[in-house]
Nanobody, 123 residues
């Protein structure tokens, strides 16, 4: 069983930056691909970014490309999502997820989920 705990959300203005962290309990964190998803009120959970277990390959949704960066530090059992140039449409609860399959944009590819952290971007 892997426990994931997100942190770093908050209320910011348009154009600001935030760095989300996802601390994992897994002793074999290096074996897990990680991903970030988000869910806005009344909408389905959507893919944001993913990274392979080694950290060598990343994928992003189109709206995140050029603004967000996903990374993971296997020595610290932590994944990150650096978010720059935030927009009001980025407002959502952000979830991190872990899985031992290939990286994917699908929620079903990930076995473990955090509780989420709220990001609110004011205009």
């Amino acid at each position: 069983q892997v426990q994931l705990v997100e942190s770093g959300g908050g209320l910011v203005q348009t154009g600001a930056s935030l760095r989300l962290s996802c601390a994992a309990s897994a002793r074999t964190f290096g074996n897990y691909a990680m991903a970030w998803f988000r869910q806005a009120p009344g909408k389905e959970r959507e893919f944001v970014a993913t990274i392979t277990s080694s950290g060598s390959v990343t994928r992003y949704t189109d709206s995140a490309k050029g603004r967000f960066t996903i990374s993971k530090d296997n020595a610290k059992n932590t994944a990150y999502l650096q978010m720059n140039s935030l927009k009001p449409e980025d407002t959502a609860v952000y979830y991190c997820a872990a899985g031992q399959r290939d990286i994917s944009r699908m929620t079903s590819a990930y076995d473990y989920w955090g509780q989420g952290t709220q990001v609110t971007v004011s205009s």
